[in-house]
């Protein structure tokens, strides 16, 4: 298992993993990717908690924005977040994405990882904020294609195992 950074929680209560380059592999892809046209993401994370569940949590609670804030944190740093890299696969979605009206495609490479301690960070979210909020996919995304010209908006949201079997991913070997 691979022992990474401490979780980050920003401002907006999203939460994430960032990794360094070495933290994962990108040998069995990065080649293909780069004559098919992707970008090499560098800002690798693991995105834990996104704002869609933030929404969801807000909708559930009292607590002031300070207090909030100090909770998730403190259910954040309760655990280890170690991971085991797994399979990889090539992703693609169109949509509106941003309040846009102009239909966007998109393409990853994502690898996804074993991380049992995100099923234990959302049953304790559920438990202390009484929602019923769908796991994160935990993965990583290594390579992505898109059409805007700022590749910062190039990514695809893996928000629940459900979007993710929607996107009908397609296991790279």
Known sequence: ?????KPILDSDLEA?????????DISDIKKRALVEGYREQT?????????S????????TSLDDKA???KILSL??????????????HIEKSGYWDGSDILENRESYIRTIEMPDMKKFYEELDRVF?????VQVPHITLFTKGEREN?????????????????KPKKVS
């Open 1 to 5: 298992m691979i022992k990474p950074n």
């Open 16 to 24: 994430r993993i960032d990794l360094t380059a070495n933290q994962v």
């Open 43 to 51: 800002s690798r994370h693991i995105t834990i908690l996104s704002s």
């Open 53 to 60: 569940k933030v929404r969801e949590i807000i909708e559930h």
């Open 68 to 70: 909030l804030y100090k």
């Open 76 to 89: 954040l740093l309760r655990f280890d977040w170690e991971y085991e890299e797994k399979d990889l696969f």
């Open 130 to 134: 009484k929602t019923n909020l769908s």
């Open 151 to 167: 590749p910062k908006y190039h990514g695809i949201a893996i928000s629940s195992e459900e979007k993710f079997r929607n996107l």
